[in-house]
């Protein structure tokens, strides 16, 4: 096998695999290495997101928001059933059979590419060399490369005294395959990941408890679309409790008993199963090796600059692993822009435009600034926002939760940011960066013919609001 590449990247996920793919279209000699190992004790390519993340995920919630339509929702379209029940192992089953299609759909694509696949970990020594440590404990092999290529992710942050065991105490790897449906389950953290998982187990019928130490749910969305989405979550059943911070964790009789702290008191939960979501943190363990010259920022990530150049000629860093939203979207462009760029051709990614979705029910999006973040930063701006109450398709369908906010500078019109609370959030917010990206403006929007009756006239309506001409409304 051969030993010198055009371009090795180290990691397989959504950043890594694309960037190989685009530099093996553009002619490079290209090998990639990977260590993630899945269920059958095999090399699994597509990082996290494809094996224990974002797919994997979105399979539970697909099954657990069919389970709770069929539960309650049915009967007001006049749909009689009998009590549903869920067959949770099934159900992972299904999850895991997504997983496997993909992540072996993964490695066809690097055969049919010529890619050279590595199934081990990669380190970074100096000059462009990398050294491989394989999976099946053979001998490490020693490669050489024009250009590297790190891409190796991030790993879930732990909470000191709390251990991970993924029986009881369980990461979001663990949260992914209970066996049964807990009666109780205790949420540390209320970001994407833990609202996502919350949601499945509580759609199931487990009583969930969100312990968030921040006092302002989802501090990173606009205002308004964290508290019209936090306003459903709390019908839904979600017991959210803000400025909850976790004091320790322990297992007694099977349970955890988890203390925390909140408004200067001290409060216990005890419940089944706790996930731990708080995060996630860049993965440089063994990645590089002493003396490669690629440096560190004081947060942990590889330091780069706005063409993902670390500090080293001819080593590039994508995906979580560096600055930016540890998004599967974010990464996988940031690598195909670095193969372009390796080739010699101009490339374009905009991280002021990736969109941000959590895919709860109601999803929520955005893309570009906050309300707050205008208002900090001294922009005029003006705003128009709409229901999805006042929506036909959302009325006939039953997905009249949440709203479209758009914000517009006040003397050019240029869209600022658009804020999405409600069904379909995830596809409604492509319509809002491609007006963005082609630098268009709050009348852009709302000249241009939505189709009717469609969840898209929501958008529509919210950029009309912006100059107080809203149709379906009163303005």
Not at 55 to 64: E, H, N, R, T, W
Not at 93 to 117: H, P, Q, W, Y
Not at 132 to 143: I, W
Not at 384 to 392: E, H, L, Q, W
Request: hydrophobic residues 40%; negative net charge.
């Amino acid at each position: 096998m051969s030993t010198s590449f055009d371009v090795i990247i180290i990691g397989a996920g959504p950043a890594g695999y694309p960037a190989a793919i685009r530099a093996a279209q553009l002619g490079m000699k290209t090998a990639i290495i990977d260590n993630f190992v899945g269920k059958d004790g095999k090399n699994s390519l597509g990082g996290t997101c494809l094996n224990v993340g974002c797919i994997p995920s979105k399979a539970l919630l697909d099954s657990s928001k069919y389970f709770e339509h069929i539960g309650g929702h049915y009967k007001s379209h006049g749909i009689q059933t009998s009590e549903p029940t869920i067959d949770v192992p099934t159900m992972i089953e299904r999850k895991d059979s997504i997983v496997k299609k993909l992540t072996s759909g993964v490695a066809i694509l690097m055969k049919a590419n010529g890619i050279t696949v590595f199934a081990g970990t990669g380190e970074l020594d100096a000059d462009c060399k990398v050294t491989v440590t394989p999976l099946d404990g053979s001998e490490q092999q020693h490669l050489n490369a024009d250009h590297v290529i790190l891409a190796s992710g991030s790993v879930p942050i732990q909470i000191p005294g709390i251990p991970y065991d993924n029986e009881t105490i369980l990461d979001n790897a663990g949260a992914l395959d209970v066996n049964a449906v807990p009666e109780s389950l205790g949420v540390i953290g209320a970001g994407v990941i833990g609202l996502e998982l919350g949601s499945v187990w509580r759609r199931l019928g487990a009583e969930v408890t969100v312990l968030e130490a921040l006092p302002e749910f989802l501090a990173t969305a606009d205002t308004d679309i964290a508290r019209a989405a936090q306003r459903e979550f709390k019908k839904q059943g979600l017991d959210i409790k803000m400025g909850a911070r976790v004091n320790k964790a322990e297992l007694q009789g099977g349970r955890v008993v988890v203390e925390y702290e909140q408004s200067g008191e001290t409060h216990q939960i005890v419940v089944d199963k706790l996930l731990v979501a708080v995060g996630r943190r860049a993965q440089t363990a063994g990645l590089l090796a002493e003396g490669c010259g690629v440096t560190l920022t004081d947060r942990g990530q590889i330091e780069v600059d706005d063409e993902c150049r670390t500090s080293v000629k001819n080593v590039w860093a994508i995906g979580d692993v560096v600055r930016g939203p540890m998004l599967a979207h974010k990464g996988t462009e940031e690598g195909i822009a670095v193969a372009e760029r390796i080739a010699g051709k101009k490339a374009h990614l905009n991280l002021d435009l990736v969109p941000w979705v959590i895919y709860t029910e109601p999803e929520i999006a955005w893309t570009g600034k906050t309300e707050q973040e205008l208002k900090d930063a001294g922009i005029p701006y003006r705003s128009g926002s709409f229901p999805f109450a006042a929506a036909g398709r959302a009325l006939a369908s039953g997905d009249t939760a949440g709203l479209v906010k758009v914000l517009a500078h006040a003397e050019t019109d240029r869209l600022l940011g658009v804020h999405i609370c409600g069904a379909n959030a995830s596809e409604l917010i492509a319509e809002a960066v491609v007006a963005m990206e082609f630098h268009g403006s709050a009348e852009d929007l709302a000249r241009i013919v939505h189709a009717h009756p469609t969840m898209s006239e929501a958008v529509h309506e919210a950029a009309l609001a912006v100059d107080k001409r809203a149709i379906h409304r009163v303005n």
